[in-house]
């Protein structure tokens, strides 16, 4: 069955640019969206973003002017970069394969902690 | 703030029935998901579109929809299903996602 695992430093400074990969596994990435959401200690879910593998992508607008997300077909992998960070971008990120008819986040990587701090 | 709004908390009795709810405008258009998480774990999606479960999810979580609110129901409720609950459709503009702030559950 498909399975997602996010990737990426753990530990990112103020100001630099967060960069987390998610790879696909037991299954194609075509034909499908992929979404970024977070969650910081103890709150609720916070939606990022979503790409299609034709590169199309939307973005939550809270986050636009920051977020970045890309996707390679060929290792079966898209990507979340999210610039100038502050200590508000810590939390548990998670990639995610959007049902985009039904809005449904079918299949979750397991999450990883980034931690903003210097 | 989130465009979908849920109670934070809700508390039900062991084998009772449970509604969580979840209010929002696009919810007049559009089906919401429900996702339960339990701590430490990523999301699982329980409930999608008009009343439909992923292959695993118990017959005993149901979902449905009215005016602008959308509810999950617990029919009969086990220890197991304490967790948070998350709703999550389109926002008003149908374009973008938007989730709903949560719902924690205890069961007594």
């Known amino acids: 069955q498909v399975q997602l695992q996010e990737s990426g430093p753990g530990l990112v400074k103020p100001s630099e640019t967060l960069s987390l990969t998610c790879t696909v596994s037991g299954g194609s990435i075509s034909s499908y969206y992929w979404s970024w959401i977070r969650q910081p200690a103890g709150k609720g879910l916070e939606w990022i973003g979503r790409?299609?593998?034709?590169?199309?992508?939307n973005y939550n607008p809270s986050l636009k002017s920051r977020v970045t997300m890309s996707v390679d077909t060929s290792k079966n992998q898209f990507s979340l970069k999210l610039s100038s960070v502050t200590a508000a971008d810590t939390a548990v990120y998670y990639c995610?394969?959007?049902?985009?008819?039904?809005?449904?986040?079918?299949?979750w990587g397991q999450g990883t902690m980034v931690t903003v701090s210097s | 703030s989130s465009e979908l709004t849920q109670d934070p908390a809700v508390s039900v009795a062991l084998g009772q029935t449970v509604r969580i709810t979840c209010q929002g405008d696009?919810?007049?258009?559009?089906?919401a998901s429900w996702y339960q998480q339990k701590p430490g774990q990523a999301p699982v999606l329980v409930i999608y579109?008009?009343?439909n479960r992923p292959s695993g999810i118990p017959d005993r979580f149901s979902g449905s929809s009215s005016g602008n609110t959308a509810s999950l129901t617990i029919t009969g409720a086990q220890a197991e299903d304490e967790a948070d609950y998350y709703c999550n459709s389109r926002d008003s503009s149908g374009n973008l996602v938007v989730f709903g702030g949560g719902t924690k559950l205890t069961v007594l």
């Open positions: 790409i299609y593998t034709s590169g199309s992508t």
């Open positions: 696009s919810l007049r258009s559009y089906y």
């Open positions: 995610a394969r959007l049902i985009v008819v039904d809005e449904a986040f079918d299949i």
């Open positions: 579109g008009k009343n």
